[in-house]
């Protein structure tokens, strides 16, 4: 198995396996793609695209399989792989991007199609399309070092990378980095409809938005001081701050809402492992 250039069949181009595709392809070194997905058109040099399994060229063994279907879609997908790669499978090892579904899971159903895979974990999300994702990641011990390396640095060529020791940590990773793009782009959806419904032009309203959470995320990325140090530097003694802050900070409101959204996503991420 080739580390330092590995070579990778993308089981799904849909918005996550999408957005995973344009952060490798626009990687330092990408590695060598095959897609496979009946919606992905066939029209880009730098990967090959096959619609099924059984179209597959038998010159083509991936060392990493990365699985980026639906939850209720992996097997399917994994059997159909199994079957049309044969013995070539037993040299593969899948990395699941799935909400929830467990490596135990992944790994019996591959078992049952007829071939014993390793199953590594990584939930990515949306950002790695511009290559500042933020993916959890978690290696079973059934993989090799080689293969958890590989699918480590796979993640790390598209953002950066938290790796788990216990699996089941994964669902918290889901409810803040995997789902958490949402709830930052939700922001800027309400604060451009607050700038329309208090009078600005619709163009200024959603360039103030973006802007305002593009340079405040940029000054949590690149300087040091904690979230609370650079909130509280926005917010004067008895300012504009600190009143919109008191709605948003007031005890029934943000303090309580986000650690329960968080919570609803983890119960959903442990309702999809089965
Ligand atoms: N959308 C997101 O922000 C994130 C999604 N995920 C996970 O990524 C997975 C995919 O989610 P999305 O990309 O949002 O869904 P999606 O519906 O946009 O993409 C799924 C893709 O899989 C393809 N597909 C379905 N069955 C297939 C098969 N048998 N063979 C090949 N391709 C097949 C579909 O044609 C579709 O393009 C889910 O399991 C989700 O939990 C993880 C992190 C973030
Ligand atoms: O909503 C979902 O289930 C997927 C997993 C994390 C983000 N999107």
């Given amino acids: ?10 089981v799904g181009s849909g918005k996550m396996g999408g ?5 490798w392809l626009a990687s330092k070194t990408p590695p060598k793609i095959f897609v496979m997905d ?3 058109a066939n029209d880009d040099a730098r990967f090959s695209v096959v619609k099924t399994a059984e179209e597959i060229p038998s010159s083509f063994t ?3 399989i990365v699985l980026a279907v639906k939850p209720a879609a992996a097997e399917t997908a994994i059997t159909s792989l199994v079957k049309a790669l044969g013995s070539r499978a037993s040299s593969c090892a899948i990395l699941s991007v799935l909400a929830g579904k467990t490596c135990l899971s992944l790994a019996e159903m591959a078992k049952n199609a007829g071939q014993a895979m390793p199953v590594l974990r ?9 290559g500042a994702g933020m993916s959890g990641f978690f290696a079973s011990p059934e993989a090799s070092k080689t293969q958890a390396q590989i699918c480590h640095d796979l993640m790390l060529a598209i953002g950066e990378v938290v790796t788990v020791d216990k699996e089941e940590d994964l669902a918290t990773v889901t409810g803040i980095s995997g789902s958490g793009p949402a709830y930052v782009f939700l922001l800027a959806e309400l604060l451009e409809k607050a700038a329309v419904k208090y009078g600005l032009p619709a ?3 959603r360039r103030l938005a973006r802007a ?4 405040a995320g940029r000054m949590l990325q690149t300087l040091p001081e904690d979230a609370e140090t650079l909130r509280k530097n926005v917010t004067s003694p008895n300012g504009t701050t600190a009143a919109a802050l008191s709605v948003l900070m007031e005890e029934n409101a943000w303090p309580k809402n986000v650690p329960e959204a968080v919570q609803a996503a983890r119960k959903r991420s442990d309702e999809l492992a089965s």
């Fill in 122 to 130: 990584a939930m990515p999300n949306t950002p790695t399309s511009v």
């Fill in 212 to 215: 305002t959470i593009y340079g």
């Fill in 203 to 205: 163009d200024s309203a």
């Fill in 19 to 23: 957005a995973m595709l344009d952060g």
């Fill in 1 to 10: 198995m080739a580390s330092s250039h590995p070579s990778i069949l993308l």
């Fill in 62 to 64: 991936p060392d990493i």
């Fill in 38 to 40: 009946r919606h992905k």
